[in-house]
């Protein structure tokens, strides 16, 4: 991350902190029941806090720690990814491909050094991810059985896909930070960063569907019919005259 010391480039990393922390605190406060999707999307939240806590406030500048937090950010955006396909085949090829990838992605780091081919390696896992966002959606908006403004998974696509766009898009144009001038290296962070608080606006919006639901499902059991009576098995009464 770049050094500056104005005041909006320190006050749009802390909007993001408290954004990434809004999702946590509705899914908790709502009490929604646990799913492997929800469990990842409050790890990426809290990873989320984390990074912009470490690289902005801790030790920001710090090469190695951007990477390490880039490669994990990626794992868990990709896992989240498996989780919202339907297809059994299709969630093993991408394990398959999640473990490929992160095998080459180390190898290199541990032959030309953790700072390696950084620009064209974020570009790679943007644009990764993008393709799988749009792929993700294009399902999600085939099934005409879901209504699509409900679905949390809709929102978590929606939210990956306008920040990572957003990286690919700022990587093509300004992706070699040597050469470029420190302003523009700045405005390119500052983009990337308001990526991230829309991508956090619609991860609040997946966690408050996700209340919704589960609040309408407990709903549903509370109002179901009382179970109808049993019915006897006795003989019919018979008058003798």
Aim: glycine fraction near 6%; include cysteine; proline fraction near 5%.
């Amino acid at each position: 991350m770049v050094k500056t010391g104005g005041s909006i480039f320190i006050a749009l990393p802390l909007v993001v902190m408290l954004l990434s922390l809004l999702p946590v605190y509705i899914l908790f406060v709502r009490k929604v029941t646990v799913s492997a999707i929800l469990n990842v999307l409050r790890a990426l939240c809290l990873f989320v806090f984390l990074q912009y806590l470490t690289l902005y406030f801790i030790q920001p500048g710090v090469a190695a720690l951007q990477t390490a937090f880039k490669l994990a950010e990626f794992t868990l955006a990709f896992y989240l990814f498996k989780l919202l396909m339907t297809s059994a085949q299709t969630k093993d090829l991408m394990k398959m491909g999640l473990v490929s990838f992160l095998s080459v992605i180390i190898t290199i780091y541990a032959l030309k050094g953790i700072a390696a081919y950084a620009g064209i390696i974020t570009l790679i896992q943007s644009s990764l991810l993008t393709v799988l966002a749009i792929v993700t959606l294009y399902q999600l908006i085939s099934n005409r059985q879901i209504m699509i403004a409900n679905e949390p998974g809709f929102w978590i696509a929606g939210g990956l896909l306008c920040y990572n766009g957003m990286v690919v898009l700022m990587e093509a144009v300004a992706g070699n930070p040597t050469g470029l001038p420190l302003q523009i290296q700045q405005e390119k962070e500052m983009i990337i960063t308001i990526a991230d608080m829309l991508r956090m606006a619609f991860f609040i919006v997946a966690a408050t569907m996700a209340g919704k639901n589960n609040k309408e499902d407990n709903n549903k059991i509370e109002e179901a019919p009382p179970p109808l009576p049993p019915i006897s098995t006795r003989p019919p009464f018979k008058i003798k005259y």
